[in-house]
C-alpha cells in the first residue's frame, strides 16, 4: 500500500471487508448454541445485518474506485477464536449465553473502533459519501451492541448466576424478575477458557 491517509483508509476498509465476512461465518455458530430464543434471534437478525454491512461495504470501494478485496483481520480472527472456545465448554444455558454475549460485545466494540476511525478519516479527505454509508454501518453495530447489553442485563445475566450461590431453581426462573440477587458476570467460565487457551498456545 501507498502511504497517504487516502492508502490507510482503503487498507482498513479491506480490513473491515474481512472482519465482517468472518463474523458472517461465526455469527451462525453462535446463534446456534445460544439457549435464549432471544439471544438467537438478535444473533440471526444480526447476521442479516453483517450480509448487508458486506454489501455497503462493497458500495464503498466503488466510491473509493477500488477491487472490493479483503485483507487479513487478525484482530477479529483472534475475538472469534476465543468465542469458539467458549462454545467448546461444557456450560449451562444461561452461562453460556452470557460467554457468548461477551464474545458478541467483543466483535462489536472492535468494529465500532475500526468504523469510528474509517469514519473520520473518510470525513477529513472529504470522501462524505463513503462517510456517510460507513456511518450507517456504525450505527447498526452500537445498536446491535446495546441489544446484547440489555439481553444480558433483562435477565441472562442473572440468570447465569443459578450455579454460583445455593439456589436450586431451574432454568425458568428468568420469569423471577422480582428476586434482586446481584447481578454478575460470567467472570469464571471466561477465565477458565482463556486461560485453557494460554495454555494451549503456550504447548503450541
Ligand atoms: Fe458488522
Redesign the pocket.
Known amino acids: 500500500m501507498g502511504n497517504t491517509l487516502r492508502d490507510a483508509l482503503v487498507d482498513e476498509v479491506r480490513d473491515?471487508y474481512n472482519?465482517?465476512k468472518q463474523?458472517i461465518k461465526a455469527l451462525p455458530k453462535m446463534a446456534k448454541a445460544a439457549s435464549s430464543d432471544e439471544l438467537r434471534a438478535a444473533l440471526e437478525s444480526?447476521l442479516e445485518?453483517?450480509q448487508g454491512?458486506v454489501t455497503r461495504l462493497e458500495r464503498v470501494f466503488e466510491l473509493l474506485a477500488e477491487k472490493p478485496r479483503g485483507k487479513h483481520c487478525a484482530g477479529m480472527a483472534g475475538i472469534i477464536e476465543e468465542g469458539a472456545e467458549t462454545l467448546e465448554e461444557d456450560l449451562d444455558g444461561a452461562v453460556l449465553d452470557a460467554s457468548i454475549i461477551a464474545a458478541g460485545q467483543r466483535?462489536?466494540h472492535y468494529?465500532i473502533a475500526a468504523?469510528g476511525t474509517v469514519i473520520a478519516w473518510a470525513e477529513a479527505l472529504e470522501l462524505s459519501e463513503v462517510a456517510e454509508a460507513l456511518t450507517e454501518?456504525l450505527d447498526?453495530?452500537k445498536a446491535?451492541d446495546e441489544t446484547l447489553s440489555a439481553l444480558a442485563e433483562a435477565g441472562i445475566n442473572e440468570a447465569a448466576t443459578a450455579g454460583d450461590g445455593n439456589e436450586t431453581e431451574d432454568e425458568d426462573e428468568e420469569e423471577e424478575e422480582e428476586e434482586a440477587e446481584p447481578v454478575k458476570a460470567a467472570e469464571p467460565a471466561r477465565v477458565g477458557a482463556l486461560a485453557r487457551s494460554a495454555k494451549r498456545r503456550a504447548k503450541g
Open positions: 473491515l472482519a465482517e463474523l444480526h445485518e453483517t454491512q466483535a462489536e468494529e468504523y454501518t447498526e453495530e446491535a
